[in-house]
């Protein structure tokens, strides 16, 4: 990509980190208009959840609350417990009632989820590409993606729901592109190795 040649000037772990976020984001623009119009007039994050994406500024903090969106609404559509929702801070807002509307609705939001998660990366990207949140956050991004993968698959082979269909395979397409290049990201610092996975 012509990316690659003009950010060789570049220290090596911002250089990666940057060419890999504007290849993911290349790879999923195509995406961004398959919803149907149903999902294109929904919010895919509740009024208490978009209160937490605006109150959290650091990158890795806004990821986490993404995925834990996410989290919520597999546990509706699998009928599992709700993930734990401990606060970050004193002063965060709570993350108020459960996201609301059938299983295809709950899947489009997942894949409209993974979209302003990227979104969000690639905005901090292109104001600071050196931003060390920027491959801390694309990690905890494709971990989760990963088990999105899994789980995507199993509810495709479990629906003959056009409208369901559609939803899963976007995210679908999204998570891997995601796992794709989180893979291709160098090795974390020893500080961030140490921390244990979906520690803050």
């Known amino acids: 990509m012509p990316e690659i040649n003009r950010t060789r000037s570049r220290s090596p772990r911002s250089q990666i980190a940057a060419v890999f976020v504007r290849a993911l984001l290349l790879m999923i623009a195509g995406t961004l208009l398959a919803g149907s119009v149903s999902a294109q007039t929904r919010d895919h994050l509740t009024d208490s959840e978009s209160e ?16 834990k969106a996410m989290d919520r609404r597999f546990a509706i559509i699998n009928k599992t417990p709700q993930p734990a929702l401990k606060k970050l801070l004193k002063d965060e807002p709570d993350w108020g009632d459960l996201p609301q509307g059938n299983r295809a609705k709950l899947l489009f939001d997942i894949a409209a989820i993974l979209d302003e998660a990227i979104t969000n990366i690639d905005d901090v990207s292109r104001r600071d590409e050196k931003n060390p949140m920027i491959p801390r956050s694309l990690r905890k991004l494709s ?23 559609a939803a899963i395979e976007r ?17 974390p610092p020893p500080d961030e190795k140490k921390k244990k996975p979906g520690s803050q």
Request: glycine share 6%; hydrophobic share 40%.
């Open 52 to 67: 937490l994406v605006r109150f959290h500024q650091e990158l890795d903090k806004r990821i986490d609350v993404f995925i």
């Open 143 to 165: 971990a989760a993606a990963n088990g999105y993968i899994t789980n995507l698959t199993t509810l495709r082979s479990q629906t003959n729901d056009d409208d369901e269909l």
């Open 171 to 187: 995210a679908l397409e999204n998570a891997s592109q995601i796992v794709e290049v989180g893979g291709k990201l160098p090795a």
